[in-house]
């Protein structure tokens, strides 16, 4: 097989943490993965050296996957555009400070981070808070883990519905190597772009932030038109977008060589990443996947 580099979200709990991580991507076929270094939803962190780091390493080289394909992806609630609640803001800083260090223990290269929602101050502010924040956190970091400002599906307030803003925050950061971009397809499609003219898509993001920016990509389904700024993510096939759409951006000669990642809904409490990633890389759709779980 050539160089797809495929996997899913996946879990990291107890007992047994990044052991555990990639002894599931491993089951799923999976060459790549993401995960969250605690729950998506808080930021309460265990300390890494009890997470089984070295022993998820040990699997992971073991098996070949390639460990600079990992992701990790910062809680939902971290928000560097909240400028009316001081708290909020100064905790989204203080967290991916530490989450920053994190992922260096784990030799993780990319964290995914959603770039933030203004609350109702207006997008101009919002941009400027994110890009203070960011240069705030990366100012005495030195690590190499770059931060993926993630394509947001423009819900509520949120900031990075578009190329042309994130291409602003990217330019006010001041260690710009250490800032890119990953694109989710739903949140696209959501926010408005045309998925399915996918060398459209890749000519835009290249034109306005510059492909080599392309740090992820996120390949989810959508259950909303183009344009619904909703942000909920369908199984692969059984959404707006489609099979053979999100079969472009798996296999598209630009988007060799960066980590592909599902994150669409559990089926019957059951991950469908391991059938979604064999369609996907057979290119060939299968009706009825789902009822196999
Ligand atoms: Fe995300
Ligand atoms: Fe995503
Ligand atoms: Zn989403």
Sequence with gaps: ??????????????????????????????????????????????????????????????????????????????????????????????????????????????????????????????????????????????????????????????????FADLKKIIDGVNKKDRVGVCLDTCHINDAGYDVSDIDNVLNQFDQIIGLDKLLVIHINDSINNKGAHKDRHANIGVGLIGFNTLCQYVHHPRLMDIPKILETPWINEKPPYKEEIEMLRSKKFNPDWAYKL
Excluded at 23 to 44: K, V
Excluded at 49 to 60: F, S
Excluded at 111 to 125: C, R
């Design 1 to 162: 097989m050539n160089n797809i580099y495929l996997g899913s979200h996946i879990n990291l709990s107890a007992p047994d943490y990044y052991l555990g991580t990639v002894r599931d991507a491993l089951q799923m076929n999976e060459n790549c993965f993401m995960f969250y270094t605690g729950a998506p939803q808080n930021t309460i962190r265990k300390p890494t050296n009890q997470l089984k780091i070295d022993e998820g390493r040990k699997l992971l080289l073991e098996s070949g996957i390639n460990e600079s394909k990992i992701v990790i992806h910062a809680p939902y609630i971290i928000n560097l555009a909240n400028t009316t609640n001081v708290k909020t803001r100064e905790l989204a800083i203080s967290f991916l400070k530490e989450e920053l260090k994190r992922a260096n223990d784990f030799h993780v290269k990319t964290l995914v981070l959603h770039p933030g929602s203004h609350v109702g101050v207006g997008l101009e502010i919002g941009i400027k808070a994110i890009i203070d924040g960011l240069n705030e956190v990366l100012n005495h970091d030195t690590s190499e883990v770059r931060i993926a400002l993630e394509t947001m599906a423009g819900k509520g307030s949120e900031v990075g519905a578009n």
